[in-house]
T-cell receptor
């Protein structure tokens, strides 16, 4: 069974600095998707970044980038130039390659609570 | 923008009551999901549906049922609420097979069962 582990329950960073959130996963699949979702205090969960396992290039979305190490089964999120609005719970998630029914569900990590300090 | 709307942001119910949590999405998504979120336990999938009138159990379906009579609406039902069902409930939707598939979430319903 697939599992997702986020080893840092809480982290903090100073505004404008860079922070990296860790995520490791366990799977025997070769093709899959990895996600980072953000849940701010407003509770609205939103997608931060998405990576397809078959792509070697690391995904980037503005100040957010990932370090995807397929062999090591590691998927860390780097936030550059941290802003106060980045304060949130961050969840790492895994999904098998698109398929039907029960295979569609995401496997979630327990989250990392990030505080950006002024 | 996709909008997923949950009918209540906060809800307080009594033990034994029948509780309905409603979720509506406006982007014609095939897939809809109900999660509960508890501190230290992350998100756990209760039920999901990938078509009208179709439902599949997630990881923790006990004590819950669901209804999907229309594509845009997915209801979570607690037949007889218990205190251990006090939790944050999140609804989500996604489009089947989209190249950029991702989940769109509602703002959550914080349910307290007294």
């Amino acid at each position: 069974a697939q599992t997702v582990t986020q080893s840092q329950p809480e982290m903090s960073v100073q505004e404008a600095e860079t922070v990296t959130l860790s995520c490791t996963y366990d799977t025997s699949e070769n093709n899959y998707y990895l996600f980072w979702y953000k849940q701010p205090p407003s509770r609205q969960m939103i997608l931060v970044i998405r990576q397809e396992a078959y792509k070697q290039q690391n995904a980037t979305e503005n100040r957010f980038s990932v370090n995807f190490q397929k062999a090591a089964k590691s998927f860390s999120l780097k936030i550059s130039d941290s802003q106060l609005g980045d304060t949130a719970m961050y969840f790492c998630a895994f999904m098998k390659t698109l398929s039907a029914g029960n295979n569609r569900k995401l496997i979630w990590g327990l989250g990392t609570s990030l505080a950006v300090n002024p | 923008d996709v909008k997923v709307t949950q009918s209540s942001r906060y809800l307080v119910k009594r033990t034994g009551e029948k509780v309905f949590l409603e979720c509506v999405q406006d982007m014609d998504h095939e897939n809809m999901f109900w999660y509960r979120q508890d501190p230290g336990l992350g998100l756990r999938l209760i039920y999901f549906s990938y078509d009208v009138k179709m439902k599949e159990k997630g990881d923790i379906p006990e004590g819950y049922s669901v209804s999907r009579e229309k594509k845009e609406r997915f209801s979570l039902i607690l037949e007889s609420a218990s205190t251990n069902q006090t939790s944050m409930y999140l609804c989500a939707s996604s489009s089947m097979g989209a190249a950029n598939e991702k989940l769109f979430f509602g703002s959550g319903t914080q349910l307290s069962v007294l």
